[in-house]
């Protein structure tokens, strides 16, 4: 594209005009000049008088073409090499349109982004709008959203999105939820279950009689737990996209149960263990009883769950043995039933998941087999301190519910 200036000999002042290609023309010449509106060259027809009487008048200053039968490529690489200053008047820009550049190759021509050109077009005019997230979490989301969770913590994203649409009619996203989750520190986790007929208020006394005790008296807890020979690691490790793959035997093998105690002692907590492959009834479980001892002069407390093999009130009577309190005051040890349908209060079942997961990786195939991986465990649980495990325990239920701001 080529600039072009002349002299307007009506108003005597300076003005230009544009042309796709250059013109060969005596700058002295004087005539008839056709401009477009916006400027661009139509025609010039040349005044014959007595200075150019000689010329022929078919040798005009430019014999005027199409602007159609060059092509885009040509002219938008003269524009690069040239790199001819343009006007950035809007007309300009849109009769550049009309002669068929598209936008892209305006933008080309002119060395700006698309987008520039988009925005010269078509200015904006609506105000300025402030930058950052809107806020689409008013009071009233807030007060749904926190009451939806807790009052039902399993459900989904999509679910919440769900529930907050039908109540206010307002459309959230799940990556808005997300970030809601990460402000109130809300993560997922595997699900702790209770037992529905769990009695919180009872639960919550017997911790309360249990954390003054804990200072004064060696406990003890016990409980019962299955082991199969067949049963292998649950998790491992494989390249990302492919599945970890493992092989074990189709059947779990034999059932075995072991009766395990162990103490609130810093160090050799385990007092007594049984691997059986018997089926346990109170007779095992009454003889299991009579091998554990006392831990020195004091009175020692037992906690256990309320099983039949537990209590069997009954068949003791008829064999006419002593109930279990009565077996174990014997040896100045106090029984303690833990409230019904609350596991998590006896210490025995956090030990449970460490030899479970213990004995997994040792890929037991037989009863000696567990047994010596059962062994590796308990001495790995004779270096801890039990005695957290039971602290634990009773200061289950002083973590504080739950707090959305």
Known sequence: MWKYEFLNVETNQQDF?????QIDYNPNSVGKLTLTIDKFFQSFEREINDIVEGFD?????????????????????????????LSLEVQHLHRLHQMGYTWKQVATMYERHEQSIYRWIRPNTRPPQKRGIKLKISDE????????FLQNNTATQQERVDYIYQKTGIKLHRSTISRLFKRLGITRKKLTYHYTQLDKEKARAFNEEIKPLLKEHVFMALDECSFYPNQDPR??????GDRAISRRPGHKGKHYT???????????????????GEKVNWKVFYDFLEEINPIGDKKNI????NSRIHTAFNKRAEKGLPTTEEQMMRKNVEVRFITTYAPMLNPAELVFNLLRQQTEKQRPRSFEEIELAVKKVVELLNKKDLSKYFWHCATYFDKKDTKID
């Open 235 to 240: 998790f491992g490790y494989s390249l990302k």
């Open 141 to 148: 989301i807030l007060d749904l959203f926190n009451t939806h």
């Open 302 to 305: 037992l906690l256990i769950d």
């Open 258 to 276: 072991l009766l395990f105690a162990i103490s609130n002692l810093e160090k050799n907590g385990v007092i007594k263990w049984k691997l059986t």
């Open 17 to 21: 005009f544009y042309h796709d290609k």
């Open 57 to 85: 008048k078919a040798d005009s200053l430019v014999k005027v073409e199409g602007w159609l039968d060059k092509t885009i490529k040509n002219t938008v690489d003269k524009f690069f090499n040239k790199k001819i200053k």
